[in-house]
T-cell receptor, first 110, second 113 residues
Framework: AQSVTQLDSHVSVSEGTPVLLRCNYSSSYSPSLFWYVQHPNKGLQLLLKYTSAATLVKGINGFEAEFKKSETSFHLTKPSAHMSDAAEYFCVRGGFKTIFGAGTRLFVKA | EAQVTQNPRYLITVTGKKLTVTCSQNMNHEYMSWYRQDPGLGLRQIYYSMNVEVTDKGDVPEGYKVSRKEKRNFPLILESPSPNQTSLYFC????????????FGPGTRLTVT
């Protein structure tokens, strides 16, 4: 079965330190993959997307993700966390039957 | 402006009183879907539609109905709402030509008492 697994339900970092949010997927074909962010009491915003072009994808607000087929991973990173990055992040496998990961809540400490 | 709209944004209702949440998109997307979001469970797909008159069940379809009579509209119908349908609902649209990148509506917060 197709699935998306976000390996951490919560991640806590200090402001100015790197962020790593982990996502593994399963798919019988090369998938399109996305990261979305949801700030408290807000809707979902697209951060970045992978659609079988470059494996290193750059998104908004300094985020990037690397598609690694051998590891079936699509981890989200940012070199330096900002307080405004505190939010919930969803890894998503695209398709007519879209699959969401359960989400990772990012906490940023001052 | 490309957008997905949902109405109402907030709704409090009572058990058993039929309700409809509307969803409309202006991007001519073939694909539309409904999700519910509950704490700790992420977003779960309720129903999706690949085009006009083509719909299929997602992961949690029980208690919901949908219809797709026009390409731009995809209403979600709760014939007899129950308290376990209290949730935050999102409509989304996408297109295969854009790798199914989902465009989300602002959400509808539904409370069933």
């Amino acid at each position: 079965a197709q699935s998306v697994t976000q390996l951490d339900s919560h991640v806590s970092v200090s402001e100015g330190t790197p962020v790593l949010l982990r996502c593994n997927y399963s798919s019988s074909y090369s998938p399109s993959l996305f990261w979305y962010v949801q700030h408290p009491n807000k809707g979902l915003q697209l951060l970045l997307k992978y659609t079988s072009a470059a494996t290193l994808v750059k998104g908004i607000n300094g985020f990037e993700a690397e598609f690694k087929k051998s590891e079936t991973s699509f981890h989200l990173t940012k070199p330096s966390a900002h307080m405004s990055d505190a939010a919930e992040y969803f890894c998503v496998r695209g398709g007519f039957k879209t699959i969401f990961g359960a989400g990772t809540r990012l906490f940023v400490k001052a | 402006e490309a957008q997905v709209t949902q109405n109402p944004r907030y709704l409090i209702t009572v058990t058993g009183k039929k309700l409809t949440v509307t969803c409309s998109q202006n991007m001519n997307h073939e694909y539309m879907s409904w999700y519910r979001q509950d704490p700790g469970l992420g977003l779960r797909q309720i129903y999706y539609s690949m085009n006009v008159e083509v719909t299929d069940k997602g992961d949690v379809p029980e208690g919901y109905k949908v219809s797709r009579k026009e390409k731009r509209n995809f209403p979600l119908i709760l014939e007899s709402p129950s308290p376990n349908q209290t949730s935050l609902y999102f409509c989304a649209s996408s297109s295969p030509s854009k790798a199914y990148e989902q465009y989300f509506g602002p959400g509808t917060r539904l409370t069933v008492t």
